[in-house]
T-cell receptor, first 114, second 111 residues
Framework: EPEVTQTPSHQVTQMGQEVILRCVPISNHLYFYWYRQILGQKVEFLVSFYNNEISEKSEIFDDQFSVERPDGSNFTLKIRSTKLEDSAMYFC????????????FGPGTRLTVT | DAKTTQPTSMDCAEGRAANLPCNHSTISGNEYVYWYRQIHSQGPQYIIHGLKNNETNEMASLIITEDRKSSTLILPHATLRDTAVYYCIVRALSGNTPLVFGKGTRLSVIA
């Protein structure tokens, strides 16, 4: 069964460093999302992406964050200058069409900022 | 913010049916009810969705009240692998609308 993959599974970085989290959505999917989950808290929406543009973003997704689909398969989340409070699990998700009910989530990247 | 209310936690004996309630009294006519679950910090997993009618798939059944203000997810024969946090989400299906997660119900299936 097709699945969303994410790399790395765990990333440790120092405060102020840039990180790029990578996702490979399911191959025929057109809609992409990033969510995050701080330890012990709710899953929070960050951004949605379609047709090489951001469709919607939350208040969390400030100027420190950016997303890109650099080729036909990868979908990346960049955090320009990490802060301690960026430590969280970051989940990528995708869906196949505008009327799709199901979002398929990847296994997540655990980001630890020290 | 999430538009749903769920109990914080529930226990269920292995092999028995798990019935997870959800209140969504402010649901709009164009909003669906979705259930996802998250097993131990893995990515959330879709279970089932419905609009007005009751629904069943290979994983679960979804019972929606006639006034649509509440619903129940039923896992007919819970196993230890069903131990997870279960999220009830209401969402209008327009474009790539994001999912808004609440705190969910932590279901513990006990042997």
């Amino acid at each position: 069964e097709p699945e969303v993959t994410q790399t790395p599974s765990h990333q440790v970085t120092q405060m102020g460093q840039e990180v790029i989290l990578r996702c490979v959505p399911i191959s025929n999917h057109l809609y992409f999302y990033w969510y995050r989950q701080i330890l012990g808290q709710k899953v929070e929406f960050l951004v949605s992406f379609y047709n090489n543009e951001i469709s919607e973003k939350s208040e969390i997704f400030d100027d420190q964050f950016s997303v890109e689909r650099p080729d036909g398969s990868n979908f990346t989340l960049k955090i320009r200058s990490t802060k301690l409070e960026d430590s969280a699990m970051y989940f990528c998700a995708s869906s196949d069409w505008v009327g799709a009910h199901e979002q398929y989530f990847g296994p997540g990247t655990r980001l630890t900022v020290t | 913010d999430a538009k749903t209310t769920q109990p914080t936690s529930m226990d269920c004996a292995e092999g028995r049916a798990a019935n997870l309630p959800c209140n969504h009294s402010t649901i709009s006519g164009n909003e669906y009810v979705y259930w996802y679950r998250q097993i131990h910090s893995q990515g959330p997993q879709y279970i089932i969705h419905g609009l007005k009618n009751n629904e069943t798939n290979e994983m679960a059944s979804l019972i929606i009240t006639e006034d649509r203000k509440s619903s129940t997810l039923i896992l007919p024969h819970a196993t230890l692998r069903d131990t997870a946090v279960y999220y009830c989400i209401v969402r209008a299906l327009s474009g790539n609308t994001p999912l808004v997660f609440g705190k969910g119900t932590r279901l513990s299936v006990i042997a």
